[in-house]
């Protein structure tokens, strides 16, 4: 039986209050300055449904699921969504331009320092723009959140990073090559399709540990969490480029190389902010890759989730765009010097023991 009790001290604690109330307002000063960056370059903030017939389409999120009961009494399946992606593609398509977002998300089996079941992303998309301008506004966004919290530094652990340094630009194959020795193209086809076999030869020369039921993905996966993610944004940020076509699912192939796509990751102090992409406005491609990443999530999780027939109906008449996500409670604990992430919550979710 599950003790609904917290399993650690309440939040609402005066004494726990009073030590996280200069996060909180450290959290609301960005939030405003924000808001007036967004303000001041032409962009509309939208507000978005958190319940959708699709929470997403990617194998390894997690989504919250719930029903909703029709006037006839007949339950329909519906979910918390885990961004507001979906939603916001479909404002593009109605013909807004530039369109900026905070909205509550919730992620499942996610809980840590960086991690909580419900928190705030930050999304902003530009029509007719490119993915590099969005380089920038990560650039003038660490910039802003710095000034706003009066820091010279942003840190994270043992880790620092000069937020009004110009972030590095960094392409995935060149950090495999830099920081494990391992040429991850030689097993992308120019196609996108991958080698698994070819890419396990190339963990094994480096001397990273493989499993025999590894896919490729398991195998690219871990060389990012072990072998390169260490090592980003320690000095100055980092703006992770190009993945390959099989780990962007929503992002179109690169005009210089079919094999990756338009897809950056930001980094700072070792902590992931924010990802990036070049929109992918194929339909029919679109379609084939959630159904890909739903045939790997069933494979793992024995779960599937339903393809939002509404959004690809929409992403046929979208505009080109790139568009980002930000995990704004992330960044304001690099920008307050906050521990966990629990820290810059109004009102965190509770912690149940079991």
Same mark, same amino acid.
């Given at each position: 039986?599950? #003790? *609904? &009790? /917290?399993?650690?001290?309440?939040?609402?604690?005066?004494?726990?209050?009073? #030590? *996280? &109330? /200069?996060?909180?307002?450290?959290?609301?000063?960005?939030?405003?300055?924000?808001r007036g960056y967004f303000a001041t370059r032409d962009f509309i903030e939208v507000d978005t449904a958190t319940l959708q017939v699709s929470p997403g389409n990617e194998a390894h999120l997690h989504a919250f699921f719930t029903e909703a009961i029709g006037n006839d009494g007949e339950a329909a399946p519906l979910y918390l969504h885990t961004s507001p992606e979906f939603a916001c593609k479909k404002l593009l398509a109605a013909g807004e331009q530039r369109i900026a977002c905070f909205a509550h998300v919730y992620r499942n089996r996610e809980r840590g320092p960086l991690h909580h079941p419900e928190f705030t992303m930050l999304e902003w998309y530009r029509a007719g723009e490119s993915y590099e301008r969005l380089m920038a506004d990560c650039a003038e966004i660490l910039r802003l959140a710095a000034e706003t919290t009066k820091t010279s530094r942003f840190a994270f652990r043992n880790g620092e990073c000069d937020p009004f340094a110009e972030p590095e630009r960094l392409s995935v194959a060149r950090a495999f090559e830099r920081h494990a020795g391992i040429d991850l193209l030689s097993s992308v086809e120019p196609n996108g399709a991958t080698d698994r076999d070819r890419l396990a030869a190339e963990l094994k020369q480096a001397g990273i540990r493989i499993a025999d039921d590894d896919t490729w993905a398991d195998l690219f996966s871990r060389v990012i969490v072990e072998k390169v993610e260490p090592h980003l944004g320690f000095g100055r940020a980092t703006i992770l480029d190009e993945y390959p076509i099989a780990e962007a699912a929503l992002a179109r192939p690169s005009a210089r190389d079919p094999r990756v796509a338009e897809r950056f990751e930001l980094y700072a102090c070792g902590v992931e902010l924010a990802?990036?992409?070049?929109?992918?406005?194929?339909?029919?491609?679109?379609?084939?890759?959630?159904?890909?990443?739903?045939?790997?999530?069933?494979?793992?999780?024995?779960?599937?989730?339903?393809?939002?027939?509404?959004?690809?109906?929409?992403?046929a008449v979208m505009p080109e765009a790139s568009g980002i996500a930000l995990g704004f409670d992330r960044l304001v604990m690099l920008a307050t010097g906050a521990l966990r992430i629990e820290q810059v919550m109004w009102a965190p979710v509770a912690e149940v023991t079991r």
């Open positions: 039986m599950t #003790d *609904r &009790r /917290p399993a650690s001290p309440s939040w609402w604690m005066p004494s726990i209050h009073a #030590d *996280r &109330r /200069p996060f909180l307002l450290g959290r609301n000063a960005i939030q405003a300055a924000l990802n990036a992409f070049g929109e992918l406005t194929d339909a029919a491609e679109q379609r084939s890759r959630f159904q890909g990443e739903m045939a790997e999530k069933q494979r793992i999780y024995g779960e599937t989730y339903p393809l939002d027939e509404d959004f690809l109906d929409a992403l």
